[in-house]
């Protein structure tokens, strides 16, 4: 656990930094191709204009192969984006000056329907692209007094919890703090999130970023990178945006997830125990959601921190992919990207990725695999005592099927036995150090439905090997040098 703080404080000071200082690997790596840096940015290079797949991507009867997409229209495509881009450009400079620019964005009402009225009428394409560029019509600005009608005073005056605690002088500071902030439903790294009620009555969480560290300027760049990401996605098994508020602070809302964390389920209390029934649907729902983030979704991408927290459960037990604090955009025809510093969290981070900074897909294949590990054993990725990396933990235990050794305690014989072999097998294959060896999200799906005999090989429609990186010097023992390494970092 301290050492995942420490990756996260980590991280947390590097962000920001992160796309300013991403290199370009020469030859076979990507150009660096921005990640959005707001709402409905269409990041077009020359590489992106020749080879945009991604526009007939989200036609919604969308087959599971990426080969199956439809050719984008181009000039519509390139037409929008700029459109944005200039509106962005825009947004950026006058943040520069000062944050309450976001509101702006009132002004650009996200509707199709004002879309269509600020632009030239386009001749019809058999790709409407309209939906790629407004794909959540729904959204919208919120001010800061209907979040705070939202939420119930959310944010107390510190002022006021001191007067507080000098009245109820034996009321402990955390303690009252937490009382006052009781619609606070968890905290992260650099936001606190909040459970709240719209006026219509649904429920949301909203997550107000925190004002640490990071310049104001960083912190707005990654708000908009964050909305730029998550407004593009649009599936089930991915958190859902309600809107924004840049008023008074950097807010998202979001359609509110029961549950709670998935981490919150595993390893919140003794007591209780999340049945396989439950669990298995969960492994499924990321998988379905990390498939649409590789191939199926406008944009190809790489969510780079999958973890057990950061994974929703709804009032069903659907899981919903949420964080889109760290995602990266990659083109299309770039196989790999190569980022520095390394960002993510300690015990999820393929080794190809801490090693080298390598980023691609499996990236999240990779820590996928340890997330499944998770759910098999209900042990943490790093294990809080022992601080020993499940990874390397399982890897015999895995190499003897000993299906006894490996299961969660809690779940004693609860559990279907062929489910639960398909998911060992599934996250064994997702943890191997070599990357190409690794499936991709559509081989991971069906290894996991069990019917495996429909997969492809190994590799993916996006995915292209790199061989500089699937150096063989992968070893187990190389692995587990790189894992210190990593941690000694950290603590330095
Ligand atoms: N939509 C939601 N519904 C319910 N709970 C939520 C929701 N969003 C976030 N949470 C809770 O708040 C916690 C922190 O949220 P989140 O991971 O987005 O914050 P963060 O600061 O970005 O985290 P990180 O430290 O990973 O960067 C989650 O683990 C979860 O318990």
């Known amino acids: 656990m301290a050492v995942e703080e420490m990756e996260k404080k980590k991280k947390k000071k590097n962000k920001g930094s992160n796309e300013k200082t991403e290199t370009e690997n020469s030859d076979s790596l990507s150009i660096d191709d921005p990640s959005p840096r707001c709402v409905l940015e269409i990041p077009l290079t020359s590489s992106d204009s020749d080879n945009s797949s991604s526009c007939g991507s989200c036609s919604p009867d969308k087959s599971s192969s990426p080969l199956s997409t439809t050719p984008p229209n181009v000039s519509s495509f390139q037409h929008h984006g700029l459109q944005w881009n200039r509106m962005i450009d825009s947004i950026k400079k006058k943040s520069i000056r000062r944050f309450s620019v976001i509101p702006l964005l009132a002004s650009y009402e996200l509707t199709r329907k004002n879309m269509r009225r600020k632009q030239p009428k386009l001749s019809p394409s058999p790709v409407d692209c309209d939906q790629i560029l407004v794909a959540k019509p729904s959204w919208r600005n919120f001010t800061y007094e209907e979040l705070v009608a939202a939420t119930d005073s959310f944010n107390p005056d510190p002022v006021l919890v001191m007067f507080f605690c000098l009245l109820v002088a034996s009321m402990d500071l955390d303690v009252l703090y937490v009382f006052l902030l009781e619609n606070m439903i968890g905290k992260g790294g650099h936001a606190e999130v909040y459970r709240g009620v719209l006026p219509d009555g649904e429920t949301v969480a909203i997550k107000k970023l925190m004002r640490h560290a990071m310049e104001e300027e960083e912190r707005v760049s990654d708000f908009l990178s964050e909305l730029g990401m998550i407004a593009h996605v649009n599936h089930p098994n991915a958190a859902r ?194 990357a190409t060896m690794r499936p991709d999200m559509n081989r991971l799906v069906q290894l996991l439905r069990g019917d495996d005999r429909l997969a492809e090989p190994h590799g993916g429609a996006r995915t292209v090997s790199l061989d500089g990186c699937d150096l063989q010097d992968h070893t187990s023992s190389s692995y587990l040098d790189g894992l210190i390494r990593h941690r000694q970092l950290l603590m330095e």
Not at 256 to 263: D, K, N, Q, R, T
Request: proline share 4%.
């Open 241 to 434: 945006l309600r809107g924004f508020s840049s008023d008074r602070g950097l807010h998202f809302v979001l359609e509110y997830a029961p549950h709670g964390s998935l981490a919150s389920l595993l390893f919140g209390s003794e007591e209780e125990c999340l049945d396989w029934k439950k669990r298995y649907k969960v492994a499924l729902g990321v998988a379905d959601g990390l498939r649409y983030l590789h191939n199926d979704c406008p944009r190809r991408i790489i969510h780079r921190d999958i973890k057990a927290s950061n994974i929703l459960l709804s009032q069903d037990y659907e899981a919903q992919i949420s964080d889109f604090g760290l995602a990266k955009w990659l083109p299309e025809n770039c196989p790999q990207h190569i980022v520095f510093p390394i960002e993510g969290t300690f015990g999820y981070l393929a080794p190809e990725y801490f090693m080298h900074g390598v980023v691609d897909e499996k990236t999240d294949v990779f820590a996928f695999g340890v997330l499944l590990l998770e759910i098999i054993t209900g042990r943490r990725a790093v294990d809080t005592d022992s601080r020993q990396s499940i990874v390397m933990w399982v890897k015999p235990l895995l190499e003897k099927s000993s299906l006894e050794e490996i299961v969660d305690p809690k779940l004693g014989n609860d559990f279907d036995e062929t489910e639960m072999r398909r998911v060992m097998q599934t996250a064994s294959m997702c943890i191997h150090h070599v």
